[in-house]
């Protein structure tokens, strides 16, 4: 099981720290990724973290103001938002990738995945 947290509303430029903890299994085997939904579109991938903590962007837009990161003893991963704007609004998930720890984006149903947490960016 997965479970995000850490999610609200924020002005734009503020930081929001996620969490997504793992129980259950253990997330140090998989690749975590970070993924988001905003209103009236598809879910997409915002980065995944590898097994060794290297991070893997999949949207420009947020390379210099979101990082990724992991700490397998904790069982959990993290992604750290700066400088948020209106655009960031969405539901964001964390998913691992049964796969393996490699950040391969295969991302599917049978991946783990947690219910998601909102984040809300407006003043």
């Known amino acids: 099981q997965l479970v995000e947290s850490g999610g609200g509303l924020v002005q734009p430029g503020g930081s929001l720290r996620l969490s997504c903890d793992a129980s259950?299994?253990?997330?140090?085997?998989?690749?975590i990724g970070w993924f988001r939904q905003a209103p009236g579109k598809e879910r997409e991938e915002v980065l995944c973290?590898?097994?060794?903590?290297?991070?893997?962007y999949s949207i420009d837009a947020v390379k210099d103001r979101f990082a990724g990161s992991r700490d397998n003893a904790k069982n959990a991963g993290y992604l750290q938002m700066n400088r948020l704007e209106s655009e960031d609004t969405a539901t964001y998930y964390c998913?691992?990738?049964?796969?393996?720890?490699?950040?391969?984006?295969?991302?599917?149903?049978?991946?783990?995945w947690g219910q998601g947490t909102q984040v809300n960016v407006s003043s």
């Open positions: 998913a691992a990738g049964t796969w393996g720890s490699s950040c391969l984006s295969l991302w599917n149903e049978n991946d783990y």
């Open positions: 259950g299994f253990s997330l140090s085997y998989y690749a």
């Open positions: 973290i590898a097994g060794n903590g290297a991070v893997k």
